[in-house]
């Protein structure tokens, strides 16, 4: 159990729609990660955040948007959902801002029908 | 462009055979690279952290290793329970995102 809690970790919805995902980092850590992973792309990082401030961006679409909150847990909005944004969506955290070490949690699987 | 590429994607080995995993990498600056374990339907798992050429790290069955340009995961006298995808990520320097290859997808049978 790496201490990184997401939910939903399954969530099952149709074209057009909003979803939202949670994730609560280990306790103590400061850094909030998210990452897609999808069969044909692998993982890929879509945006950092730390102590509650945007860190770094990634490949992340105009659709989605984060957040990190005062209690630092996170969440990842995704919106007018298309078939291609199935995948496997990971949080992750960490102590410090610049680090390779994280921690991820078992992740939240989106299917889009 | 920074990029990451793994090989074998899959790799098949009956339990002792011992093999190696190779991670190449292209990057502008190099902070540190890691390895991670990826179990089916989990989240990957940290397993080492590299931060210069000649550095060796070791855990159990695996060692890793580190060049200017590759790095290499030695799995000695595999496991059933060691059959997991293995991925390699580069931190680029002046850059806060790790950059993960595809992963080798490792089975071993008993």
């Known amino acids: 159990d790496s201490g990184v809690t997401q939910t939903p970790k399954h969530l099952i919805t149709a074209t057009g729609q909003r979803v939202t995902l949670r994730c609560s980092p280990r306790?103590?850590?400061?850094?909030v990660y998210w990452y897609q992973q999808s069969l044909d792309q692998g993982l890929q990082f879509l945006i950092q955040?730390?102590?509650?401030?945007?860190?770094a961006k990634g490949n992340i679409l105009e659709r989605f948007s984060a957040q990190q909150f005062p209690d630092l847990h996170s969440e990842l909005n995704l919106s007018s959902l298309e078939l291609g944004d199935s995948a496997l969506y990971f949080c992750a955290s960490s102590v410090g801002t610049y680090t390779g070490e994280l921690f991820f949690g078992e992740g939240s699987r989106l299917t889009v029908l | 462009e920074d990029q990451v590429t793994q090989s074998p994607e899959a790799l098949r080995l009956q339990e002792g055979e011992s093999s190696s995993l190779n991670c190449s990498y292209t990057?502008?600056?190099?902070?540190?690279l890691f390895w991670y374990r990826q179990d089916p339907g989990k989240g990957p798992e940290f397993l080492f952290t590299l931060y210069s050429a000649g550095e060796e790290k070791e855990k159990e069955r695996l060692k890793a290793t580190l060049t200017k340009k590759e790095s290499f995961l030695h799995i000695t006298a595999p496991k059933p329970e060691d059959s997991a995808t293995y991925l390699c990520a580069v931190l680029i320097q002046g850059a806060q995102k790790l950059v993960f290859g595809q992963g080798t997808r490792l089975t071993i049978n008993p």
């Open positions: 306790s103590g850590d400061l850094s």
């Open positions: 990057v502008s600056g190099l902070r540190g």
């Open positions: 955040y730390y102590n509650g401030e945007e860190r």
